[in-house]
């Protein structure tokens, strides 16, 4: 158990809905990232935030967008959502900003229909 | 220049061989490579990791070696095990600044034979 914690642990929606998803970071770690695993892209990065405030972004697509709240969780919001957008969504924490040691979660499965 | 190249795709070995897997990046900003294990329904999970100014870590029987002007580094997994049977991530530390982001390789599904 890597401390990370991820809700909900299945999502399934379908084409066009808003989907939130939830990630508690390990006790102690400032910042969190976002990475989404599909069989034809591999884990990729999407979104990096660092006590509250947006650190780096990968390839997030404008319909997605992120949060950190005061109290360090984060969300992932996901809208008009599209077949392709069925995915695993791993979040992962690490102390710092440029910390190296980074613990995923155990993921959210999304499922578009 | 953002890639890490990881091969084989998959990998069967027979319990007590050694498995390898082996990664090659191009960006030679990249400053932190570790290695995950992820088991089917679970997160990645990290294993060992390395910084290009050493060329190998050990760890109990998995051992990274680096090589800085190949710009390459391999995993290596001693008297492997059937309970060794996972996914494989190698990845870089990429951007510049504070950033910890990762970018990972395309993944070894690792099968341990008994």
């Known amino acids: 158990d890597s401390g990370v914690t991820q809700t909900p642990k299945h999502l399934i929606t379908a084409t066009g809905q808003r989907v939130t998803l939830r990630c508690s970071p390990r006790s102690g770690d400032l910042s969190v990232y976002w990475y989404q695993q599909s069989l034809d892209q591999g884990l990729q990065f999407l979104i990096q935030y660092y006590n509250g405030e947006e650190r780096a972004k990968g390839n997030i697509l404008e319909r997605f967008s992120a949060q950190q709240f005061p109290d360090l969780h984060s969300e992932l919001n996901l809208s008009s959502l599209e077949l392709g957008d069925s995915a695993l969504y791993f979040c992962a924490s690490s102390w710092q900003g440029g910390s190296h040691e980074q613990y995923f979660g155990p993921g959210t499965r999304l499922t578009v229909t | 220049q953002q890639q890490v190249k990881q091969s084989p795709q998959s990998l069967i070995v027979q319990k007590g061989g050694i498995s390898i897997i082996n990664c090659a990046y191009e960006?030679?900003?990249?400053?932190?490579f570790p290695w995950y294990q992820q088991f089917p329904g679970k997160g990645p999970a990290l294993l060992i990791a390395?910084?290009?100014?050493?060329s190998e870590k050990k760890e109990g029987r998995f051992t990274i070696s680096f090589n800085k002007s190949a710009k390459q580094f391999s995993l290596h997994i001693m008297d492997s095990q059937p309970g060794d049977s996972a996914t494989y991530f190698c990845?870089?530390?990429?951007?510049?600044?504070?950033?910890?982001?990762?970018?990972f390789g395309q993944g070894t599904t690792l099968q341990v034979k008994p």
């Open positions: 960006n030679t900003a990249f400053d932190y």
């Open positions: 390395i910084r290009p100014d050493v």
């Open positions: 990845a870089a530390r990429g951007g510049s600044g504070n950033t910890g982001k990762l970018i």
